[in-house]
C-alpha cells in the first residue's frame, strides 16, 4: 500500500508519477496526465482514492508480443501460476512492440519469452520514449533513480 500524506508532499499543481512496487499500479497527477495525453492512447484512468489528486491506470493496451529476456539464470514459478524470471538485466523489445509503443505511449505486459520458453509475469508498465522524455522533462516528483531502458531487437 502507498502512504502518502498530500498536505506534505504532494500539491495538485505538481507533476508526479508513482508506481507502486508490488502490484505494478501506475498512479499519475492529473496534470502530468495532462502534459502527456498526446503522446498515449488507449489508457484509462481513475482517482486513485489515497489520494485524489492521483489517478492510477484502470486499463491499457497489451504489448503484440513478449518481451524477450535473454540469458535467463533463474525462473521461479510463484502464485497463480505467474513467473519471475532472473536474467543479465537485457529485456529486448520486438520491432513490433516498439512500433507498437510508438503509436499507444504507454502499454502493459504480462508475457516474456526467456530463452525461448513463452512464461506468463504479473503485469508491468512499458512506457515509450516520447513518454519517458515527457516526463523527465516536466521533472516528475517520486521517480526514485532513472528509467531502466529496454533494448531493441536487431532487424
Given at each position: ?31 502530468l496526465?495532462?502534459k ?7 489508457v ?9 489528486a492521483?489517478?492510477?491506470i484502470?486499463?491499457?493496451r497489451r504489448l ?9 539464470s533463474?525462473?521461479?514459478?510463484g ?13 529486448i ?8 509503443l510508438k ?22 508498465p512499458?512506457?515509450s ?5 515527457s ?21
Amino acid at each position: 500500500m502507498i502512504h502518502i500524506n498530500e498536505e506534505d508532499w504532494f500539491e495538485p499543481e505538481d507533476t508526479a508519477i508513482l508506481i507502486e512496487p508490488m502490484t505494478y499500479c501506475v498512479l499519475m497527477s492529473e496534470n502530468l496526465i495532462k502534459k502527456t495525453i498526446t503522446l498515449v492512447s488507449g489508457v484509462q484512468w481513475e482517482i486513485f482514492d489515497e489520494v485524489p489528486a492521483l489517478r492510477r491506470i484502470v486499463s491499457a493496451r497489451r504489448l503484440p508480443e513478449p518481451i524477450i529476456i535473454p540469458g535467463a539464470s533463474k525462473r521461479t514459478q510463484g502464485e497463480m501460476g505467474m513467473w519471475y524470471v532472473e536474467g543479465d538485466g537485457r529485456e529486448i523489445l520486438s520491432q513490433r512492440n516498439l512500433d507498437f509503443l510508438k503509436k499507444h505511449g504507454i502499454a502493459f505486459t504480462s508475457e516474456c519469452l526467456a530463452d525461448g520458453i513463452l512464461l506468463t509475469r504479473p503485469a508491468v508498465p512499458v512506457f515509450s520514449g516520447q513518454v519517458v522524455s515527457s516526463i523527465l522533462d516536466n521533472d516528475a516528483m517520486g521517480l526514485d533513480g532513472s528509467p531502466s531502458y529496454l533494448f531493441i531487437e536487431n532487424s
